[in-house]
């Protein structure tokens, strides 16, 4: 099995920043792809960014510019970095990683940590 541990969540004001951690462990080969994704209420999940093992990064439009993600192999943990926060930036959000077990991958999810941005 594996764990996702995350931190760093909590109430900023517009124009704050904040940073996301999200640490694995448990029975890991090694990580492919890791991830962001956040859900706002009544709202559907969808993705902030992603990091492949190589280092190639991914942002959804809303976040260009803003948000940072990176990673740190040797501790097989995932980082997000947000500036510039905006009230639409309010959701929960969720870490993903694709372990990759040589026969396949398999996606595991954080248990999701909540931001809020004040006007």
């Known amino acids: 099995q594996v764990q996702l541990v995350e931190s760093g969540g909590g109430l900023v004001q517009a124009g704050g920043s904040l940073r996301l951690s999200c640490a694995a462990s448990g029975n890991i080969v090694s990580i492919n792809a890791m991830g962001w994704y956040r859900q706002a209420p009544g709202k559907q999940r969808e993705l902030v960014a992603d990091i492949t093992s190589g280092g190639s990064t991914n942002y959804s439009d809303s976040v260009k510019g803003r948000f940072t993600i990176s990673r740190d192999n040797a501790k097989n943990t995932v980082y997000l970095q947000m500036n510039s926060l905006k009230p639409e930036d309010t959701a929960v959000y969720y870490c993903?990683?694709?372990?990759?077990?040589?026969?396949?991958?398999?996606?595991?999810w954080g248990q999701g940590t909540q931001v809020t941005v004040s006007s």
């Open positions: 993903n990683i694709e372990v990759d077990y040589g026969l396949g991958y398999e996606g595991y």
